[in-house]
C-alpha cells in the first residue's frame, strides 16, 4: 500500500484505555518499536477501538480516544507519516527524528498536541 501524504490540517486519532498507564501511550515502547501509532481521521472511541483492536472486541466504557492534527506534531518536532495497512487502512505512524531521543520532553511535547 502506497502511503499518501498528510496535510497538516488532517484530524489523527489515538486510542487508548483507562486501564493502561497512562490511558494513552506517549512514547514507543522500549526496544520494540520506534513510533506511536494514530489513526487518520477524527474518530469515535468505537471507531478506534474497532480500528485498532479484533474485529470482535466488545467497546467499552474504558476505551478513550483523543485528536490531534498532523500539523501540531509536526510543529512540535515529530514526523507523522501514513502507513496504512490492509487490516488498518488509516494507519500514521510518529517518529522523532533518528538523531533525538524519546525522552521525557518528547512526551511531554506529544501530550501537549492533543491539548484544547
Sequence with gaps: ?????????ETLTQYG?????PPFRNRPREWTEDEISLIRGPLGKEEAARAV??????????????????GRLRMAGF?????????????????????KVWDDDACARFDECFGN
Design 1 to 9: 500500500m502506497v502511503p499518501d501524504a498528510l496535510s497538516n490540517s
Design 17 to 21: 484505555h483507562s486501564d493502561s498507564r
Design 53 to 70: 483492536r479484533d474485529r470482535r472486541w466488545e467497546v467499552s466504557a474504558k476505551d478513550q480516544v483523543r485528536q490531534t492534527t498532523a
Design 79 to 99: 514526523s507523522v507519516t501514513s502507513t496504512g495497512t490492509p487490516r488498518n487502512p488509516g494507519h500514521v505512524s510518529v517518529r522523532i527524528d533518528l538523531e
